[in-house]
């Protein structure tokens, strides 16, 4: 039996250029996520709109590199079960006011999109409010190193995996190696013993339901599956090459540590509701966000 929450696996997508584009290809991961709003009720009769996280530097890719004004999003309708490819502005059509927010903290690589209409929204799995865990509530929870975690996402570059055209999703399992910084507020992000690829950037980092055993005396750990935070990257180190001669460094190659970078929580939603104040000012009013709890 798996310890991992399947709805928050569904709510990791794909996301690259449009197809028909120029360039158009994928190039990273995205999570969905469903933020509260008095003014858009679904069929449940709870209310929200649809957001998108992923990290800045593949967002800076789409406006930079290949000078997108859209992005595609590859993911599964819960409907069907089908794997469909849908496209979302990221600039309003109208008043080409941006439709995303960066960080303001240039050290954290956190970007959010809005997807605008809710009503297509639901035909996905997105993550919700109930569902994250911050910082807070992961050190009350006694998370600390050694505690086992998933991540999420699609990596391009491993060879045959990835030529498929649905939506399936890579899984890998690992551990927090390092996060204490983190809890002392003198890091922006944390580590995980987890091999990252290209494309696994924006994916979902979940903790893993752990049954505690009440005879290890000391031992900590959390009977939630929750999403804890978002890949950045894999930490890089350098292999100096000496020679034999000089005995000193002539080549130095850069290479895949196995630990990945990972975003907090914390600052996604301080993105977000960056980009809920933006839309504020741009919405009618009565379209008010409801607090999170």
Not at 25 to 52: C, E, K, Q
Not at 59 to 70: I, P, Q, R, V, Y
Not at 154 to 179: E, F, N
Not at 209 to 222: N, P, V, Y
Request: glycine fraction near 8%; proline fraction near 4%.
């Amino acid at each position: 039996m798996s310890h991992i929450s399947e709805h928050l696996v569904k709510a990791c997508v794909e996301v690259g250029i449009p197809p028909g584009t120029q360039n158009s290809h994928w190039i990273g991961t995205g999570i969905l996520y469903a933020h509260p709003f008095l003014s858009f009720v679904d069929n449940s009769g709870r209310g929200s709109l649809p957001f998108l996280f992923t990290n800045k530097h593949i967002l800076e890719d789409l406006l930079t590199s290949n000078k997108a004004d859209k992005v595609a999003i590859r993911l599964l309708n819960r409907e069907t079960g089908k794997s469909e490819i849908r496209t979302s502005d990221l600039f309003d059509s109208d008043t080409k006011e941006k439709l995303w927010v960066i960080h303001p903290n240039v050290e954290v690589d956190v970007a959010v999109i809005s997807l605008g209409n809710p009503a297509k929204a639901l035909q996905f799995t997105l993550a919700e409010p109930g569902q994250i865990m911050n910082l807070q509530f992961m050190k009350k929870e006694g998370m600390q190193e050694g505690d086992f975690v998933y991540m999420v996402g699609y990596p391009y570059s491993l060879k045959g995996v990835m030529k498929q055209s649905r939506a399936y999703p890579v899984v890998r399992s690992g551990c927090i190696a390092r996060i204490a910084d983190a809890y002392h507020g003198e890091s922006q992000t944390y580590l995980i013993d987890v091999t990252s690829f290209p494309g696994n950037s924006g994916g979902a980092v979940i903790s893993k339901a752990t049954k505690l055993d009440e005879h290890l005396k000391g031992t900590f750990g959390t009977n939630k599956s929750g999403l804890i935070g978002m890949v950045s990257g894999y930490l890089e180190f350098d292999d100096e090459a000496i020679s034999i001669q000089s005995k000193r460094p002539r080549v130095v190659f850069t290479e895949n540590s196995g630990l990945t970078v990972v975003q907090t929580v914390d600052n996604m939603i301080q993105a977000l509701q960056i980009l809920l104040e933006q839309m504020h000012d741009l919405m009618p009013k009565g379209n008010l966000p409801l607090a999170e709890k």
